[in-house]
């Protein structure tokens, strides 16, 4: 029974790590060229996952865009947005990405 109890907290344990952020380890705690490879892995795993992740919702914003834009025609035309909050902030990213461009 003890252990099985033991097992269970063990594996408790390492998932738990394995769960941790990659941002979360401590490098003054790596004491082997293999807990440094081993860093290096989750990190380059956890980079991968976020590039992934970052496309596919880059691709759903865009799709949505996409249709948003094929309604707003006619007299829901973005061409025909005055007097709202949207609008101005839509000139100050572009003022902001025009400094951010040059």
Same mark, same amino acid.
């Not at 594996?11 to 705690?29: G, R």
């Not at 060229?33 to 596919?56: R, V």
């Not at 007097?83 to 902001?96: F, G, P, Q, R, Y």
């Given at each position: 029974? &003890?252990?099985?109890? %033991? ?11 394995? &769960? ?7 490098? &003054?705690? #790596? ?29 759903? %914003? ?6 948003? +834009?094929? +309604? ?7 061409? +025909? ?9 839509? #000139?100050?990213?572009?003022?902001? %990405?025009?400094? %951010? #461009?040059?």
């Amino acid at each position: 029974m &003890n252990k099985i109890i %033991l097992i269970f907290a063990l594996a408790t344990a390492m998932i738990s790590c394995e &769960n941790e952020s990659a941002v979360e380890i401590n490098a &003054n705690k #790596l004491e082997t060229a293999c807990d440094c490879k081993e860093a290096i892995l989750k990190i380059q795993n956890e980079l991968k996952g976020l590039e992934e992740q970052s496309k596919k919702q880059s691709e759903a %914003l865009l799709a949505k865009e996409i249709e948003i +834009k094929e +309604k707003c025609v006619g007299d829901l035309s973005i061409e +025909k947005a005055k007097d709202c909050k949207a609008l101005e902030e839509s #000139l100050k990213m572009a003022k902001e %990405l025009d400094v %951010l #461009l040059k």
